[in-house]
């Protein structure tokens, strides 16, 4: 999965801890997100877009390659 996390993280001014913390997961999943390492849950994503004010459309796309 491709992720535009860090973009809309960095445009929103805030840090890895600090998302962490609003959706309740340690701050290396959100680097492993980031990254492509980690695929987060449904819920999870509805999570993070809502901190991010974003679409999860914008954050997170398949990427179709296996």
Sequence with gaps: MKTR??????KNG???EQLA?????????IL???KGKYNPSLRLAYQISR???AK???LFS???EK
């Design 5 to 10: 996390m860090k973009e809309y993280r960095e």
């Design 14 to 16: 805030i840090t890895q």
């Design 21 to 29: 913390k609003k959706v309740g997961v340690a701050r290396q999943t």
């Design 32 to 34: 492993f997100m980031e």
């Design 51 to 53: 901190e991010l004010n």
């Design 56 to 58: 999860i459309d914008d």
């Design 62 to 64: 398949f990427d179709d």
